[in-house]
Protein backbone atom coordinates (compact mmCIF):
# COMPACT_ATOMS: atom_id res chain seq x y z
CA UNK A 1 0.00 0.00 0.00
CA UNK A 2 1.28 3.39 -0.98
CA UNK A 3 2.52 5.92 2.26
CA UNK A 4 1.00 9.03 0.79
CA UNK A 5 3.57 11.01 3.64
CA UNK A 6 6.67 9.66 2.70
CA UNK A 7 8.49 10.13 -0.35
CA UNK A 8 12.24 7.72 -0.80
CA UNK A 9 15.86 9.20 -1.77
CA UNK A 10 17.80 6.44 -3.28
CA UNK A 11 21.76 7.15 -2.91
CA UNK A 12 23.29 6.32 -6.12
CA UNK A 13 26.03 9.45 -6.60
CA UNK A 14 28.81 6.72 -5.78
CA UNK A 15 31.96 6.07 -8.32
CA UNK A 16 31.71 2.11 -6.19
CA UNK A 17 36.03 2.54 -6.68
CA UNK A 18 36.22 -1.48 -4.87
CA UNK A 19 34.26 -2.70 -8.12
CA UNK A 20 37.08 -1.04 -10.29
CA UNK A 21 35.15 -0.20 -13.62
CA UNK A 22 34.36 2.91 -15.35
CA UNK A 23 30.46 1.83 -14.85
CA UNK A 24 28.67 3.48 -12.11
CA UNK A 25 28.31 1.07 -9.27
CA UNK A 26 24.64 0.78 -9.40
CA UNK A 27 24.55 -0.43 -13.10
CA UNK A 28 26.56 -3.50 -12.59
CA UNK A 29 24.43 -6.57 -13.48
CA UNK A 30 22.55 -9.35 -11.51
CA UNK A 31 20.92 -11.62 -13.35
CA UNK A 32 21.36 -9.44 -16.72
CA UNK A 33 19.65 -6.30 -14.48
CA UNK A 34 21.14 -3.28 -13.14
CA UNK A 35 20.86 -3.13 -9.09
CA UNK A 36 19.79 0.16 -9.04
CA UNK A 37 16.37 -1.53 -10.89
CA UNK A 38 16.06 -4.32 -8.86
CA UNK A 39 16.08 -1.22 -5.83
CA UNK A 40 13.40 0.91 -7.66
CA UNK A 41 10.86 -2.66 -8.16
CA UNK A 42 11.22 -2.52 -4.26
CA UNK A 43 10.25 0.85 -3.21
CA UNK A 44 7.90 1.98 -6.10
CA UNK A 45 4.92 -0.23 -4.91
CA UNK A 46 5.32 1.88 -1.05
CA UNK A 47 5.73 5.40 -2.86
CA UNK A 48 4.46 5.22 -6.00
CA UNK A 49 6.38 8.36 -8.19
CA UNK A 50 7.63 9.77 -4.79
CA UNK A 51 10.84 7.85 -5.13
CA UNK A 52 13.80 10.52 -5.99
CA UNK A 53 17.16 9.38 -6.95
CA UNK A 54 20.76 11.36 -6.16
CA UNK A 55 23.16 10.41 -9.46
CA UNK A 56 26.52 11.37 -9.28
CA UNK A 57 29.10 9.87 -10.90
CA UNK A 58 28.56 8.37 -14.13
CA UNK A 59 25.58 10.40 -14.13
CA UNK A 60 24.36 10.16 -17.83
CA UNK A 61 24.76 6.66 -18.35
CA UNK A 62 22.21 6.33 -15.05
CA UNK A 63 20.33 8.70 -16.96
CA UNK A 64 20.58 6.97 -20.57
CA UNK A 65 19.41 3.26 -18.10
CA UNK A 66 16.48 4.89 -16.92
CA UNK A 67 14.88 7.68 -19.28
CA UNK A 68 11.68 7.51 -18.35
CA UNK A 69 12.74 8.34 -14.83
CA UNK A 70 14.64 12.01 -15.62
CA UNK A 71 12.42 14.18 -13.41
CA UNK A 72 13.18 11.77 -10.60
CA UNK A 73 16.80 12.08 -10.96
CA UNK A 74 18.61 14.74 -8.45
CA UNK A 75 22.75 15.61 -9.39
CA UNK A 76 24.93 15.70 -6.73
CA UNK A 77 27.98 17.25 -8.66
CA UNK A 78 30.44 16.70 -5.81
CA UNK A 79 30.22 13.62 -4.26
CA UNK A 80 31.25 14.83 -0.75
CA UNK A 81 29.40 11.98 1.06
CA UNK A 82 25.40 10.69 2.33
CA UNK A 83 24.82 13.57 4.07
CA UNK A 84 25.80 15.85 1.10
CA UNK A 85 23.59 13.79 -0.91
CA UNK A 86 21.29 14.22 1.43
CA UNK A 87 21.40 18.11 1.50
CA UNK A 88 21.54 18.19 -2.04
CA UNK A 89 18.36 16.46 -2.68
CA UNK A 90 16.67 18.62 0.32
CA UNK A 91 15.07 21.02 -2.14
CA UNK A 92 13.28 18.24 -4.60
CA UNK A 93 12.15 16.13 -1.39
CA UNK A 94 10.52 19.54 -0.05
CA UNK A 95 8.54 20.16 -3.33
CA UNK A 96 6.87 16.51 -3.00
CA UNK A 97 5.49 18.27 0.07
CA UNK A 98 5.67 14.33 2.15
CA UNK A 99 6.24 14.83 5.62
CA UNK A 100 8.71 11.68 5.65
CA UNK A 101 11.60 10.33 3.71
CA UNK A 102 13.09 7.40 3.53
CA UNK A 103 16.74 7.00 2.14
CA UNK A 104 18.32 3.93 0.77
CA UNK A 105 21.44 3.02 -0.87
CA UNK A 106 21.12 2.31 -5.06
CA UNK A 107 24.04 -0.76 -3.96
CA UNK A 108 21.14 -3.05 -2.30
CA UNK A 109 19.42 -5.32 -4.74
CA UNK A 110 18.07 -7.52 -2.53
CA UNK A 111 16.21 -5.10 -0.76
CA UNK A 112 12.48 -6.14 -0.66
CA UNK A 113 9.16 -4.17 -0.38
CA UNK A 114 8.06 -6.69 2.63
CA UNK A 115 11.19 -5.82 4.53
CA UNK A 116 10.80 -2.24 3.85
CA UNK A 117 7.57 -1.87 5.01
CA UNK A 118 7.97 -3.54 8.48
CA UNK A 119 10.82 -1.58 8.98
CA UNK A 120 8.52 1.74 8.12
CA UNK A 121 6.16 0.29 10.65
CA UNK A 122 8.62 -0.29 13.31
CA UNK A 123 9.88 2.76 12.74
CA UNK A 124 6.52 5.28 12.98
CA UNK A 125 6.52 7.90 15.95
CA UNK A 126 10.25 8.19 15.42
CA UNK A 127 12.43 11.66 14.41
CA UNK A 128 14.96 9.91 13.12
CA UNK A 129 14.92 5.53 12.42
CA UNK A 130 17.47 3.67 10.60
CA UNK A 131 17.67 0.13 10.30
CA UNK A 132 20.50 -2.02 12.14
CA UNK A 133 21.61 -5.84 11.21
CA UNK A 134 23.87 -7.63 13.23
CA UNK A 135 25.95 -10.02 10.07
CA UNK A 136 28.77 -12.59 11.01
CA UNK A 137 31.05 -10.21 9.80
CA UNK A 138 30.54 -6.63 10.24
CA UNK A 139 33.21 -5.84 7.97
CA UNK A 140 33.25 -2.08 6.64
CA UNK A 141 30.16 -1.24 7.62
CA UNK A 142 29.38 1.97 9.90
CA UNK A 143 29.15 0.55 13.90
CA UNK A 144 25.94 1.31 16.14
CA UNK A 145 26.91 2.60 19.56
CA UNK A 146 23.90 2.19 22.15
CA UNK A 147 24.42 3.33 26.32
CA UNK A 148 23.71 1.14 29.42
CA UNK A 149 19.93 1.46 28.56
CA UNK A 150 19.64 0.21 24.97
CA UNK A 151 19.34 3.46 23.36
CA UNK A 152 21.29 4.40 20.39
CA UNK A 153 23.98 7.22 20.69
CA UNK A 154 25.94 7.44 17.43
CA UNK A 155 26.79 5.27 14.43
CA UNK A 156 30.33 4.90 13.75
CA UNK A 157 31.86 4.39 10.67
CA UNK A 158 34.43 1.61 10.50
CA UNK A 159 37.32 3.23 9.86
CA UNK A 160 36.72 5.71 12.31
CA UNK A 161 36.31 3.37 15.44
CA UNK A 162 38.41 3.17 17.99
CA UNK A 163 38.07 0.28 20.31
CA UNK A 164 39.31 1.91 23.34
CA UNK A 165 36.19 4.22 23.20
CA UNK A 166 33.38 2.18 21.52
CA UNK A 167 34.68 -1.66 22.00
CA UNK A 168 33.58 -3.58 19.57
CA UNK A 169 30.02 -3.41 18.66
CA UNK A 170 28.79 -6.22 16.39
CA UNK A 171 25.55 -3.83 15.47
CA UNK A 172 26.06 -2.32 12.16
CA UNK A 173 23.80 0.19 10.03
CA UNK A 174 22.51 -1.03 7.24
CA UNK A 175 22.24 2.31 5.90
CA UNK A 176 18.06 2.52 5.57
CA UNK A 177 16.89 5.50 7.33
CA UNK A 178 12.94 7.26 8.10
CA UNK A 179 13.71 10.47 8.82
CA UNK A 180 10.84 13.06 9.76
CA UNK A 181 12.02 16.12 7.41
CA UNK A 182 11.09 19.10 9.71
CA UNK A 183 12.80 17.87 12.54
CA UNK A 184 16.04 16.44 10.71
CA UNK A 185 16.01 19.49 8.27
CA UNK A 186 17.75 22.23 10.87
CA UNK A 187 20.21 19.42 11.36
CA UNK A 188 21.72 19.72 8.08
CA UNK A 189 23.96 22.13 7.95
CA UNK A 190 25.73 20.70 11.30
CA UNK A 191 26.50 18.08 9.34
CA UNK A 192 31.17 18.23 8.90
CA UNK A 193 33.26 16.57 7.18
CA UNK A 194 35.46 16.47 10.53
CA UNK A 195 36.50 12.70 9.70
CA UNK A 196 39.08 10.06 7.97
CA UNK A 197 37.34 10.27 4.77
CA UNK A 198 36.71 13.85 4.88
CA UNK A 199 33.24 13.40 3.67
CA UNK A 200 29.46 14.40 5.30
CA UNK A 201 28.08 11.25 6.87
CA UNK A 202 24.35 10.85 6.96
CA UNK A 203 24.70 8.57 9.65
CA UNK A 204 26.02 11.78 11.97
CA UNK A 205 22.30 12.66 11.97
CA UNK A 206 22.06 10.11 14.55
CA UNK A 207 24.25 11.99 17.36
CA UNK A 208 22.93 15.65 16.66
CA UNK A 209 19.42 14.26 16.60
CA UNK A 210 20.37 13.05 20.14
CA UNK A 211 21.71 16.34 21.24
CA UNK A 212 18.82 17.53 20.04
CA UNK A 213 16.27 15.69 22.03
CA UNK A 214 14.63 13.93 19.12
CA UNK A 215 13.03 10.95 19.02
CA UNK A 216 15.89 7.96 17.39
CA UNK A 217 15.17 4.59 16.79
CA UNK A 218 17.33 1.46 15.64
CA UNK A 219 15.18 -0.59 14.55
CA UNK A 220 16.62 -4.09 15.05
CA UNK A 221 16.53 -6.35 11.51
CA UNK A 222 18.54 -9.20 12.82
CA UNK A 223 21.02 -10.37 10.14
CA UNK A 224 18.76 -9.85 7.37
CA UNK A 225 21.35 -10.23 4.37
CA UNK A 226 19.18 -8.43 2.07
CA UNK A 227 19.83 -5.13 3.77
CA UNK A 228 23.04 -5.55 2.91
CA UNK A 229 24.80 -3.12 0.30
CA UNK A 230 27.42 -4.05 -2.61
CA UNK A 231 31.41 -2.87 -2.43
CA UNK A 232 32.78 -5.78 -4.62
CA UNK A 233 33.05 -8.20 -7.39
CA UNK A 234 33.02 -11.18 -4.80
CA UNK A 235 29.53 -9.08 -3.26
CA UNK A 236 28.27 -9.05 -6.21
CA UNK A 237 28.59 -12.19 -7.10
CA UNK A 238 27.31 -13.82 -3.92
CA UNK A 239 24.42 -11.37 -3.85
CA UNK A 240 23.55 -12.82 -7.23
CA UNK A 241 23.28 -16.29 -6.40
CA UNK A 242 21.27 -15.57 -3.54
CA UNK A 243 18.76 -13.53 -6.06
CA UNK A 244 19.40 -16.69 -7.78
CA UNK A 245 18.39 -18.74 -5.42
CA UNK A 246 15.89 -16.79 -4.03
CA UNK A 247 13.41 -16.18 -7.55
CA UNK A 248 14.02 -20.48 -8.50
CA UNK A 249 12.31 -21.54 -4.96
CA UNK A 250 9.64 -19.00 -5.82
CA UNK A 251 8.67 -20.57 -9.34
CA UNK A 252 8.87 -23.75 -8.13
CA UNK A 253 6.50 -23.39 -4.97
CA UNK A 254 4.20 -21.99 -8.23
CA UNK A 255 4.25 -25.29 -10.20
CA UNK A 256 7.14 -24.69 -12.47
CA UNK A 257 9.27 -27.54 -13.10
CA UNK A 258 13.24 -27.30 -12.75
CA UNK A 259 15.83 -29.61 -13.07
CA UNK A 260 18.90 -29.51 -11.86
CA UNK A 261 17.71 -25.69 -10.60
CA UNK A 262 21.60 -25.51 -9.04
CA UNK A 263 22.34 -24.74 -12.58
CA UNK A 264 19.46 -22.48 -14.14
CA UNK A 265 19.17 -18.90 -13.57
CA UNK A 266 15.90 -16.90 -14.26
CA UNK A 267 15.69 -12.61 -14.30
CA UNK A 268 13.68 -10.84 -12.41
CA UNK A 269 11.16 -10.01 -15.16
CA UNK A 270 10.96 -13.38 -16.63
CA UNK A 271 7.06 -14.96 -16.48
CA UNK A 272 6.72 -18.56 -16.05
CA UNK A 273 3.64 -20.45 -16.02
CA UNK A 274 2.96 -23.75 -13.83
CA UNK A 275 3.61 -26.70 -15.81
CA UNK A 276 6.59 -25.27 -18.09
CA UNK A 277 9.26 -27.05 -17.59
CA UNK A 278 13.15 -25.83 -17.51
CA UNK A 279 16.12 -28.07 -17.72
CA UNK A 280 19.93 -27.08 -16.05
CA UNK A 281 21.82 -25.58 -17.04
CA UNK A 282 19.88 -22.50 -18.76
CA UNK A 283 19.47 -18.57 -18.59
CA UNK A 284 15.93 -17.09 -18.97
CA UNK A 285 16.26 -13.05 -18.60
CA UNK A 286 14.81 -9.83 -19.71
CA UNK A 287 11.17 -9.98 -21.00
CA UNK A 288 11.31 -13.29 -21.59
CA UNK A 289 8.09 -15.22 -20.79
CA UNK A 290 7.57 -19.51 -21.05
CA UNK A 291 3.75 -21.05 -20.99
CA UNK A 292 2.39 -23.80 -19.62
CA UNK A 293 3.96 -27.35 -21.22
CA UNK A 294 6.42 -25.39 -22.84
CA UNK A 295 9.66 -27.02 -22.57
CA UNK A 296 13.58 -25.35 -22.56
CA UNK A 297 16.45 -27.77 -22.68
CA UNK A 298 19.82 -27.51 -21.37
CA UNK A 299 22.40 -25.00 -22.47
CA UNK A 300 19.44 -22.68 -23.89
CA UNK A 301 19.82 -19.06 -23.43
CA UNK A 302 16.54 -16.43 -23.93
CA UNK A 303 16.59 -12.63 -23.61
CA UNK A 304 12.90 -11.29 -24.17
CA UNK A 305 11.60 -13.66 -25.72
CA UNK A 306 8.45 -15.59 -25.81
CA UNK A 307 7.53 -20.12 -25.67
CA UNK A 308 3.93 -20.31 -26.28
CA UNK A 309 2.08 -23.68 -24.61
CA UNK A 310 3.83 -27.01 -25.53
CA UNK A 311 6.24 -25.73 -27.47
CA UNK A 312 9.66 -27.19 -27.14
CA UNK A 313 12.79 -25.62 -27.40
CA UNK A 314 15.64 -28.14 -27.99
CA UNK A 315 19.26 -28.21 -26.34
CA UNK A 316 21.98 -25.55 -27.33
CA UNK A 317 19.86 -22.72 -28.37
CA UNK A 318 20.00 -19.05 -28.13
CA UNK A 319 17.29 -16.50 -28.59
CA UNK A 320 16.97 -12.74 -28.26
CA UNK A 321 13.51 -10.86 -29.20
CA UNK A 322 12.10 -13.71 -30.77
CA UNK A 323 8.54 -15.16 -30.73
CA UNK A 324 7.88 -19.14 -30.25
CA UNK A 325 4.15 -19.76 -30.97
CA UNK A 326 2.50 -22.96 -29.70
CA UNK A 327 2.97 -26.63 -30.71
CA UNK A 328 6.60 -25.17 -32.41
CA UNK A 329 10.08 -26.97 -32.51
CA UNK A 330 13.28 -25.11 -32.48
CA UNK A 331 16.78 -26.30 -32.29
CA UNK A 332 18.65 -27.89 -31.50
CA UNK A 333 22.14 -25.14 -31.77
CA UNK A 334 19.35 -22.48 -33.47
CA UNK A 335 19.90 -18.88 -33.51
CA UNK A 336 16.59 -16.97 -33.35
CA UNK A 337 17.62 -12.99 -33.30
CA UNK A 338 15.42 -10.25 -32.97
CA UNK A 339 12.58 -10.04 -35.02
CA UNK A 340 12.64 -13.95 -35.41
CA UNK A 341 8.54 -15.55 -35.26
CA UNK A 342 7.59 -18.73 -35.53
CA UNK A 343 3.92 -19.13 -36.12
CA UNK A 344 1.73 -22.56 -34.76
CA UNK A 345 3.74 -25.70 -35.15
CA UNK A 346 6.10 -24.37 -37.35
CA UNK A 347 9.72 -25.82 -36.97
CA UNK A 348 13.63 -24.97 -36.84
CA UNK A 349 15.94 -27.32 -36.74
CA UNK A 350 19.99 -27.79 -36.00
CA UNK A 351 22.42 -24.96 -37.04
CA UNK A 352 19.39 -22.50 -38.28
CA UNK A 353 19.11 -19.24 -37.60
CA UNK A 354 16.87 -16.27 -38.06
CA UNK A 355 16.40 -12.62 -37.95
CA UNK A 356 13.47 -10.27 -38.88
CA UNK A 357 11.95 -13.61 -40.28
CA UNK A 358 8.90 -14.87 -39.91
CA UNK A 359 7.52 -18.92 -40.33
CA UNK A 360 3.83 -19.36 -40.94
CA UNK A 361 1.80 -22.05 -39.58
CA UNK A 362 3.24 -25.58 -40.08
CA UNK A 363 6.27 -23.86 -41.78
CA UNK A 364 9.66 -25.91 -41.76
CA UNK A 365 13.48 -25.11 -42.18
CA UNK A 366 15.39 -28.36 -40.43
CA UNK A 367 18.81 -27.50 -41.37
CA UNK A 368 21.89 -25.38 -42.08
CA UNK A 369 19.94 -22.21 -43.29
CA UNK A 370 20.23 -18.34 -42.54
CA UNK A 371 16.39 -16.65 -42.90
CA UNK A 372 16.95 -13.35 -43.03
CA UNK A 373 14.53 -10.47 -43.51
CA UNK A 374 11.90 -13.08 -44.80
CA UNK A 375 8.42 -14.59 -44.70
CA UNK A 376 8.33 -18.27 -44.94
CA UNK A 377 4.62 -18.93 -45.76
CA UNK A 378 2.08 -21.68 -44.60
CA UNK A 379 4.02 -25.59 -45.12
CA UNK A 380 6.50 -24.46 -47.01
CA UNK A 381 9.26 -26.31 -46.39
CA UNK A 382 12.89 -24.88 -46.84
CA UNK A 383 15.71 -27.57 -47.53
CA UNK A 384 19.17 -27.35 -45.62
CA UNK A 385 21.54 -24.82 -46.68
CA UNK A 386 19.34 -21.99 -47.58
CA UNK A 387 19.71 -18.61 -46.96
CA UNK A 388 18.11 -15.45 -47.85
CA UNK A 389 20.74 -13.26 -49.12
CA UNK A 390 19.04 -10.17 -47.66
CA UNK A 391 22.13 -7.45 -48.01
CA UNK A 392 23.74 -5.67 -50.52
CA UNK A 393 26.47 -3.91 -49.03
CA UNK A 394 23.88 -0.42 -48.14
CA UNK A 395 20.74 -2.23 -48.01
CA UNK A 396 18.75 -4.80 -46.47
CA UNK A 397 15.78 -6.76 -48.81
CA UNK A 398 13.08 -8.98 -48.09
CA UNK A 399 12.60 -12.62 -49.74
CA UNK A 400 8.78 -13.67 -49.57
CA UNK A 401 8.28 -17.78 -49.83
CA UNK A 402 4.54 -18.41 -50.59
CA UNK A 403 2.48 -20.96 -48.54
CA UNK A 404 3.48 -24.76 -49.69
CA UNK A 405 6.37 -23.75 -51.10
CA UNK A 406 9.76 -26.07 -51.36
CA UNK A 407 12.53 -24.71 -51.46
CA UNK A 408 15.48 -27.18 -52.34
CA UNK A 409 18.83 -27.51 -50.74
CA UNK A 410 22.03 -24.96 -51.25
CA UNK A 411 19.57 -22.86 -52.98
CA UNK A 412 20.51 -18.72 -51.98
CA UNK A 413 17.37 -16.73 -52.69
CA UNK A 414 18.95 -13.08 -53.88
CA UNK A 415 15.77 -10.49 -52.31
CA UNK A 416 14.05 -8.40 -53.18
CA UNK A 417 12.49 -11.74 -54.44
CA UNK A 418 9.32 -13.59 -54.09
CA UNK A 419 8.63 -17.11 -54.41
CA UNK A 420 4.98 -18.13 -55.07
CA UNK A 421 2.67 -20.61 -53.55
CA UNK A 422 3.08 -24.21 -54.05
CA UNK A 423 6.11 -23.30 -56.11
CA UNK A 424 9.92 -25.85 -56.20
CA UNK A 425 12.67 -24.90 -56.36
CA UNK A 426 15.09 -27.07 -57.63
CA UNK A 427 18.37 -27.69 -54.92
CA UNK A 428 21.78 -25.56 -55.58
CA UNK A 429 19.72 -22.82 -57.53
CA UNK A 430 20.55 -18.93 -57.14
CA UNK A 431 17.43 -17.33 -57.48
CA UNK A 432 17.70 -13.35 -58.56
CA UNK A 433 14.05 -13.39 -60.26
CA UNK A 434 10.18 -13.86 -58.47
CA UNK A 435 9.13 -17.94 -59.39
CA UNK A 436 5.50 -17.71 -60.22
CA UNK A 437 2.87 -19.78 -57.72
CA UNK A 438 3.30 -23.67 -58.79
CA UNK A 439 5.98 -23.07 -61.02
CA UNK A 440 9.72 -24.90 -60.86
CA UNK A 441 12.88 -22.90 -61.15
CA UNK A 442 16.12 -23.83 -61.53
CA UNK A 443 18.86 -21.55 -62.01
CA UNK A 444 22.28 -23.69 -62.05
CA UNK A 445 24.79 -24.71 -64.69
CA UNK A 446 24.65 -27.46 -66.36
CA UNK A 447 26.14 -30.60 -65.95
CA UNK A 448 29.36 -31.29 -67.66
CA UNK A 449 30.59 -34.82 -67.24
CA UNK A 450 34.27 -34.95 -68.72
CA UNK A 451 36.97 -37.56 -69.15
CA UNK A 452 40.18 -37.24 -66.81
CA UNK A 453 43.55 -36.76 -67.83
CA UNK A 454 45.79 -39.66 -67.35
CA UNK A 455 48.69 -38.64 -64.59
CA UNK A 456 51.94 -38.65 -65.70
CA UNK A 457 53.73 -42.18 -65.41
Known amino acids: MPHHDAAALVLAAGKGTRMHSDKPKVL ?31 ADQVRRAYPGREATFVTQTEQLGTGHALQTALGALRKLGRAHCLVVNGDTPLLESDAVERFLAESAGADVAFATITPEHPGAFGRVIRDADDRVTAIVEAKDLDPTKHGDPREVNAGVYFLRLEAVTPLLDRLTNANKSGEYYITDLIGLAREAGLSVEGVRCGDDVNLMGINSPLELAEAEEHLRRRILRGWQARGVLIHRPELVSVGPGVKLEPGCELRGPCELYGTTSVARGAKVGSHCVLTDSSVAENALVREFCHLEQAQVGPECQVGPYARLRPGAVLEQAARVGNFVEMKKATLRKGAKANHLTYLGDAEVGEKANVGAGTITCNYDGKNKFRTEIGAGAFIGSNTALVAPVTVGENALVGAGSVITKDVPAGELAIARGRQTNMKRRNKAS
Do not use: S
Open 28 to 58: HTLLNEPMLGYVFAALEPLFGPAVLTVVGFG
